[in-house]
Each structure stands twice: as structure tokens, then as C-alpha cells.
């Protein structure tokens, strides 16, 4: 398949199709929180896993020991935007948030983090076609649930379906101009890509450590801790196990 094809397909479906979870919270909200339930500790598992066993082992393998640098600024650089200029994710429960006045930050700060999946994928893409298809993964199951919230906060502060809806799409196609912008001007430069798989790597540990997974240990109705750390551990296992059998660069 050509490179450019398969980056934009892999863009859909790290972006795009994580809006289920969008859609299912506006056909049945029941239906979503137990999605966002379930998905939430998986997902925590899978976004700590992909950072430190693909992300950070191939950005070191391209750029050697500056990648540790780069994770740990990236890491902080994601604390402080989300401290201080946008809350990037929003969950049902969180009481925090003052809802009016931060939905334009949330698909402001959406967006943002869309362009920066769209970097991830098709980054990992050009180094190995397996590679993209693991950051993928990742990045599907991570926006599945933050839709979910998403599309409450907007929602809760007085937005139409149609409205919401419209805005998170458009929020998604960020993915899109971030996978053309490595394309097209850093295919080769593959000390960038390792520089930019480092700062993936940094801002997916941030969002898995921070965001997901202190709902673990959350109890609710219906589910136990122990299924949501059972869900924890599938998740590590399985991005473990991938990165066992993908192939050697």
C-alpha cells in the first residue's frame, strides 16, 4: 500500500473512529459510561505501556540518550499546558471543572492533542509499518474514552448534538495535518522522528500516569477494582507482547 494512504487510514482510525465513544454517549448515555468504565483502565495500561516499551526504545534507537531528555521535558511541558492553559481531558466525575467557561479550552486543547496523534502515527509509521499500526492502537483506545468526556462537558455546558458533535469532528481531523507535516517534510530526517517519537513518548506517559490512571483505583457501581486492574494488566500485557514479536529494526 502507499505510505501516504496507509499514514491517512491509520490518521482515520486513531482520530476519526475514536468519536465512537462521542456517539454512543449521545445515543445512550447509560451505554457510554460503561464503555468509558471499562475502557478507562485498559486504556491506562495501553497509553504507559506503548510509551515506555515502543515510544522510548525506538527514539532512543535513533537519537541515543537526549530521547530520556526529551520524554522527561515532554512529560512536564503536558503538566503545565494542562495546569495552566486548557484542560486537555475531561472524564465524567470530575467535579473541577467550571463547565461554561472551559469548553472552548477542552476542544481547543483536543485539537491540539489530535495534531499531536497525527505526529505520533505516521512518525511511527515511516520508521516501521508495524510500529504505526501499535501507536494506532494506542491512540484509538485513549480517545475512545476522552470523547466520552468530551462530548459531556460540551454538552453540560449548553451545546446542541449537533453542535458537539460538529466540533469534535472537526477537533479529530487535526490528526490529519500532523501526519502530512512528517510526511511530507521529515520523511527522511530520521533524527527528527526520533525526536518527535520522544516527545510522543513523554506526552502518552503524562496522559496514561495522569489522566487515566488514578480513575483505577476509583471505585463504582458495577465494577470492582480488582476488574479494573484486571483490565489494567491486559493492557500492559498486551502492548508487552507486541513489542516482543514486532519485528527487529
Not at 475514536?18 to 454517549?25: H, I, K, M, S, T
Not at 465524567?92 to 472552548?104: N, R
Request: hydrophobic fraction near 55%; aromatic fraction near 12%; charge should be negative.
Amino acid at each position: 500500500m502507499n505510505p501516504l494512504i496507509a499514514i491517512l487510514l491509520l490518521s482515520f482510525v486513531g482520530s476519526v473512529a475514536g468519536l465512537v465513544g462521542g456517539v454512543v454517549f449521545l445515543l445512550k448515555k447509560e451505554w457510554a459510561r460503561t464503555l468509558c468504565k471499562y475502557a478507562v483502565p485498559f486504556a491506562a495500561g495501553v497509553l504507559l505501556s506503548v510509551s515506555l516499551l515502543h515510544l522510548l526504545p525506538e527514539a532512543v534507537h535513533l537519537i541515543g540518550e537526549p530521547a530520556y531528555f526529551i520524554v522527561l521535558i515532554a512529560l512536564l511541558f503536558s503538566f503545565f499546558f494542562e495546569q495552566y492553559f486548557a484542560h486537555l481531558h475531561h472524564h465524567e466525575g470530575h467535579k473541577h471543572v467550571t463547565i461554561k467557561a472551559s469548553a472552548p479550552l477542552v476542544v481547543f486543547g483536543d485539537t491540539i492533542h489530535n495534531f499531536i496523534d497525527g505526529v505520533a502515527i505516521a512518525s511511527a509509521y515511516l520508521v516501521d509499518p508495524y510500529f504505526g499500526l501499535v501507536v494506532t492502537l494506542s491512540t484509538f483506545l485513549h480517545e475512545t474514552p476522552h470523547e466520552i468526556g468530551d462530548f459531556g462537558v460540551l454538552m453540560s455546558a449548553g451545546w446542541s448534538r449537533g453542535k458537539t458533535f460538529m466540533a469534535n469532528l472537526l477537533s479529530a481531523t487535526a490528526t490529519f495535518p500532523g501526519a502530512l507535516l512528517v510526511y511530507f517534510y521529515l520523511r527522511n530526517a530520521h533524527d527528527k522522528i526520533g525526536i518527535l517519537l520522544a516527545i510522543s513518548a513523554g506526552i502518552f506517559l503524562y496522559l496514561g500516569a495522569s489522566d487515566f490512571l488514578p480513575e483505577v483505583g476509583e471505585e463504582e457501581k458495577g465494577v470492582s477494582t480488582w476488574k479494573k486492574l484486571s483490565l489494567l494488566v491486559i493492557g500492559i500485557l498486551l502492548m508487552y507482547f507486541l513489542s516482543v514479536i514486532s519485528p527487529a529494526h
